[in-house]
């Protein structure tokens, strides 16, 4: 077959519509993904002793489990106890779970980080705890959680792909059928990749940008040479 | 029915899935360093044109789903290159060493990159060769500086490697599938397999720390003083 | 004086950062068992030339002779005339992850070659000479700025080499932690040591010092001794910096 025909007219118009769904999975998992993360991490952080240990509990549970394993338990393991979820759906449930777990982490490491003085400041003006937490505390935290949860994110484009081991023809599951269809591994697994790279690096250039805009003043990196 | 019957009838086979999944992460995490460290003097040390390879090999390996990257080894790129023959499970712990060599790198170079600057002017001014400082005066502390972060790529690599299950590979996890579809213990199964990871992890985590306090140096580095 | 008693020889150093003329030609010989100090204000290029004469930073121009033997354009052998040009640093530039005593061992083994038990011997002899041989199995986090100094000077002095580069070497530490190490200094100088050293300590430079050169602008603005340096009336600019740097440490 003319390779120009292939590209054009199989390979490419597949991978589009597989990265329409990859797209679709990053949108409906990410914003849910950061809340989670958020609630978590203050649950862990400033909750009852209870919700604190549910919430330490429950990060450490996911971030010991394969994603591939947790998909499965959602798509195959839950209608045996009688909870039916769209393959999509259990996909979206189970990237929420997971991202909101690693995000969790960045924050509560950033709200270790916010001094004393700061929640100190925000009583003495009168505000309650929560209060404080919420419009003093937090956004500082998330400035400071940005680095880490802007690679969880970029984790999460790439982990968007365990979808199509439970069925949801993404981005890779419709490079996988064009392959097997046309015998097409090589050719077809580098478009796949060409276009994940391309999404990786565009999500880190934008990511980057963010990073500098709200960076606080006095927090240069600096990177040390050690030619010589 | 009972889970505990049939956990125990098919414990020989659950263990040689775990025996499998610990090959292909100590397979990964040994190729990691193998590869990782050179590749991280090379892009500190190196001419540009050895830093630019390795930086478009972190570029792609680190902007790959790594089944995107199973995928187009194990149907695409060994077959091609005659390497047909490989056992899925080797072709994994290849897949997952080259990806797991371009994120150590990353951790190497910024370790190396730490170690103050006096560290190599102080070993030239005494008479070592560039290659002498390195490997006695670098290297030990910046492998230090590194193991933390180093320590973390267990885990990755570990949930990672189920993974491998896409090609085919008999690991913890496709042993797993095969007993739910031949026992229908759906939902158990599942989570003892999830345990069994949990352990794993966290077993090999408290290892890497307690080997991070051996090696620790007085007022260096994260150690304990 | 014969030539024979020259054991280093400086010859119109020039050197450059980014089209900025750091050293503008910088000549002087030192004789063995001599100690020189270098003076003179914040970037005039002292630690540049310490560094030129050890290739630390190569010179643009000029040449460096060590006992008649060219070290600059040396190649490889650079590694050889290093081991006989010591240098001791304002920031210790300990090795982190060694003990004192490995600190000293450390180049013995690898670049001197010696045996285990040999370097071991030679190390406890040289932190014995800074009086730092009760410290040798400590760590330089858990060692005093003076005490790390001491295990630096003990690291250079264990090469056996010709001479000793000093680069502020008590700039670093409080008075009284100064005081130990000019004190070792001191007793270097006093065993033969040839010694190079750029320090604003001017009560050292007065009491060891053979020659004094105060460096301005990249060049030897003044060189004599301490006592011709400072009564002379003929010469004024080195007077006149060290009445500066007086008059900021008064206030
Ligand atoms: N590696 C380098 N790259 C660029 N510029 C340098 C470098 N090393 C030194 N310089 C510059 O050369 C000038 C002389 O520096 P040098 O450290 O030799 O001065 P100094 O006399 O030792 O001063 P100080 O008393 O502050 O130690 C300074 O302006 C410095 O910024
Ligand atoms: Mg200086």
Wanted: charged share 15%; glycine share 10%.
């Amino acid at each position: 077959m003319d390779q120009a025909v292939f590209l054009f007219d199989i390979l490419l118009p597949a991978l589009m519509q597989g990265l329409v769904i990859t797209l679709q999975l990053i949108a409906c998992s990410a914003p849910f993904g950061l809340a989670l993360g958020i609630a978590v991490a203050v649950g862990r952080q400033y909750g009852h002793p209870a919700i604190s240990w549910l919430c330490r509990t429950y990060v450490f549970l996911i971030k010991g489990t394969p994603l591939l394993l947790l998909l499965f338990i959602l798509y195959f393991g839950l209608p045996s106890v009688g909870i039916t979820l769209t393959a999509f759906m259990a996909s979206i449930l189970g990237f929420i779970l997971c991202n909101g777990a690693y995000n969790a982490e960045y924050i509560r490491g950033a709200l270790i980080s916010i001094k004393e003085g700061q929640m100190v400041a925000a009583r003495s003006l009168g505000m309650t705890r929560w209060q404080a937490i919420r419009s003093v505390i937090l956004p500082q935290a998330l400035r400071r959680a940005i680095p880490g949860l802007s690679n969880e994110f970029i984790y999460l484009i790439k982990y968007s792909s365990l979808a199509y081991m439970i069925t949801v023809i993404e981005l890779s599951g419709a490079g996988k059928l064009v392959a097997t269809k046309y015998f097409t591994y090589t050719e077809s697994f580098a478009a796949v990749g060409i276009v994940y790279l391309v999404l990786v690096s565009i999500t880190t250039i934008a990511v980057n940008i963010l990073e500098k805009r709200v960076a606080v003043p006095g927090t240069v990196r600096a990177t040390p040479s050690a030619q010589l | 029915m009972d889970i505990l019957p049939i956990l125990i009838d098919w414990s020989p086979y659950i263990l040689s899935g775990v025996a499998s999944t610990l090959g292909l992460v100590l397979t990964a995490l040994g190729l990691g360093i193998l590869l990782g460290l050179p590749m991280a003097l090379g892009q500190v040390y190196g001419a540009w044109p050895v830093r630019a390879v390795v930086g478009v090999y972190v570029w792609f390996f680190r902007g790959l789903p790594i089944l995107v990257l199973l995928f187009l080894f194990w149907f695409g790129i060994f077959p091609a290159i005659g390497l047909g023959h490989l056992s899925a499970f080797v072709v994994g712990a290849v897949v997952l060493g080259l990806r797991g060599a371009a994120y150590q790198s990353q951790i190497f170079r910024g370790a190396i990159q730490s170690v103050g600057e006096g560290q190599m002017i102080a070993a030239r001014s005494l008479g070592m060769s560039k290659f002498t400082a390195i490997q006695s005066v670098i290297l030990p502390q910046a492998m230090r500086i590194a193991l933390p972060g180093w320590s973390n790529e267990y885990p990755n690599i570990l949930t990672d490697s189920a993974v491998c299950y896409a090609i085919g590979v008999v690991e913890l996890l496709t042993i797993t599938s095969r007993i739910v579809t031949q026992t229908h213990m759906t939902m158990p199964v599942y989570l003892v397999a999830a345990g069994i990871f949990i352990i794993l992890n966290y077993g090999g985590l408290k290892f890497l720390h307690g080997l991070e306090k051996r090696v620790a140096i007085p007022g260096f580095g994260t150690g304990a003083t | 004086m014969n030539d024979n008693d020259i054991v280093l020889r400086v010859e119109d150093i020039h050197k450059s950062f980014g089209g900025i003329e750091v050293l503008r030609g910088v000549s002087f010989d030192v004789r063995r068992g001599e100690t020189k100090v270098f003076i003179g204000p914040s970037g005039t290029g002292k630690s540049t030339l310490l560094r030129c004469i050890n290739q630390l930073t190569p010179p643009d121009r000029g040449r460096v002779w060590l006992d008649g033997e060219e070290v600059t354009n040396s190649g490889a052998r650079i590694n050889h005339f290093r081991q006989k040009i010591g240098m001791v640093f304002q920031n210790f530039f300990l090795f982190d992850h060694l003990t004192a005593v490995k600190n000293v061992e450390l180049a013995l083994l690898k670049v001197r070659g010696m045996s285990k038990a040999e370097a071991r011997e030679k190390a406890l002899t040289e932190l014995r000479q800074v009086g730092m041989e009760d410290w040798a199995e400590h760590y330089p986090a858990e060692l005093s700025g003076g005490q790390a100094q001491r295990v630096s000077i003990a690291r250079a002095l264990a090469m056996d080499p010709d001479v000793i580069l000093f680069d502020e070497p008590t700039s670093a530490l409080d008075p009284e932690l100064t005081r130990e190490v000019l004190e070792v200094m001191k007793k270097l100088a006093k065993n033969g040591m040839t010694m190079l050293v750029v320090t604003h300590e001017m009560g050292f430079a007065c009491s060891v010092a053979n020659e004094v050169l105060f460096m301005e602008n990249g060049v030897v603005a003044e060189q004599g001794s301490p006592d011709l340096l400072l009564n002379d009336p003929r010469f004024t600019r080195m007077k006149d910096f060290i009445g500066r740097i007086d008059s900021r440490m008064s206030d």
